[in-house]
């Protein structure tokens, strides 16, 4: 286990949690929570929760398969750099239409995700809210985007995994403390920390053009081998 990847991963949820916060926040503030006790509202919202991360960890898998491919491929180094302006690029859309870009041919999947968050919210069954959060984590979100560009680099699909569920380690103090004192986290607030997630979004697309560059500087541009057979020996 790579503790770059563990630190990498969660220190992008610590940062993306303050999107979670402005994007998610009303949702995680909805959980009808309300009527249970404290230990059960503390089980209900640790459930919904540990549902998203469920779902970036599952992601991770994913991707970590493709990206396996990618680095079989011997394509890694050019996939990051791809990658990277393609998020710089998201970037500079988000920053001149306002909102996050989704890709339109999922739309059709995001409704049925949203039907069924609407599904679950109405009900009160324990196992519903990890459910409801397993859910939550298929939305579209600008930061679970650099998310998966970080993880398709990944050579393993351990890494990938594991650099997903960081991620969403990382997302979950903020999210926890806005289901359980969500009304501490006034509007204009929750506007402030969408304000600051572009920057953050900026840099990870520079750091992922810079490792596909092979500069050998640690951490930020290490030298990516490519993936090489294994020699035949006849003796």
């Known amino acids: 286990m790579s503790w770059e990847i563990i630190i990498a991963g969660f220190t992008l949820g610590a940062i993306g949690s303050l999107h ?4 998610c926040g009303p949702l995680a503030m909805a959980l009808p929570v309300q009527h249970f006790s404290q230990q059960k509202k503390l089980l209900a919202i640790s459930l919904y ?4 991360v469920f779902t970036y960890s599952l992601l991770g898998l994913v991707l970590g398969l493709a990206g396996r491919r990618i680095y079989l491929a011997g394509f890694q180094q050019w996939f990051s ?3 990277g302006v393609l998020v710089v690029f998201l970037v500079a859309q988000y920053w001149v239409i306002g909102k996050n870009a989704r890709p339109g041919f999922l739309n059709g999947f995001y409704n049925k995700v949203q039907k069924a968050i609407v599904y679950f919210l ?3 069954k324990m196992p519903n809210y990890f459910m409801l959060g397993a859910a939550n984590g298929l939305l579209p979100c600008g930061m679970v985007y650099v998310a998966i560009a970080g993880a398709l680099t990944s050579a393993t699909a351990i890494n990938s995994t594991i650099f997903m569920a960081a991620f969403g380690a990382g997302t979950l103090p903020a999210m926890m403390a806005t289901s359980y004192f969500g009304q501490l986290f ?13 920057v953050f979004a900026t840099l990870i697309g520079i750091i992922l053009i810079l490792r596909g ?3 050998g500087i640690p951490f930020i541009s290490p030298v990516l081998h490519h993936a090489t057979g294994n020699a035949i020996s006849c003796h």
């Open 213 to 215: 560059l092979n500069l």
């Open 49 to 52: 929760q540990v549902g998203r």
């Open 186 to 198: 006034k509007l204009s607030l929750r506007n402030h920390f969408k304000k600051a997630v572009p």
């Open 20 to 23: 979670c916060v402005g994007m």
């Open 81 to 83: 750099i791809i990658t």
């Open 122 to 124: 109405r009900s009160n």
